[in-house]
């Protein structure tokens, strides 16, 4: 089992930045890919970002290429989520989940585990 929890949201202007962290709990977190993924409101989760297990490899959605950094941090069993140049449209309700397995991981099918999410509100 691995516990997961997200801790950064919160409102920001327009233009702004937030860091997003979610910390791991329980199995060995070097061995699991990470994925960050959003739900707005009326909408589908989506995936924005996925890193690999050595944090080697990542994967970004269009809409966020450019202004979000994904990384990770295996002996802090942390994953981040650096948001900068923030638009409104990155309001959502942000996920992050582990999958045991070395490579990333773009499928939300394949992801095992799950955190609670943390709201990040966008102001125009």
């Known amino acids: 089992q691995v516990q997961l929890v997200e801790s950064g949201g919160g409102l920001v202007q327009a233009g702004g930045s937030l860091r997003l962290s979610c910390a791991a709990s329980?199995?060995?977190?070097?061995?699991?890919?990470m994925g960050w993924f959003r739900q707005a409101p009326g909408k589908e989760r989506e995936l924005v970002a996925a890193?690999?297990?050595?944090?080697?490899?990542?994967y970004y959605a269009d809409s966020v290429k450019g202004r979000f950094t994904i990384s990770k941090d295996n002996a802090k069993n942390t994953v981040y989520l650096q948001m900068n140049s923030l638009k409104p449209e990155d309001t959502a309700v942000y996920y992050c989940?582990?999958?045991?397995?070395?490579?990333?991981?773009?499928?939300?099918?394949?992801?095992?585990?799950w955190g609670q999410g943390t709201q990040v509100t966008v102001s125009s």
């Open positions: 989940a582990a999958d045991r397995t070395l490579r990333v991981v773009t499928k939300e099918g394949r992801y095992d585990y």
């Open positions: 329980g199995r060995t977190f070097s061995n699991y890919a």
């Open positions: 890193i690999s297990w050595s944090g080697g490899s990542t």
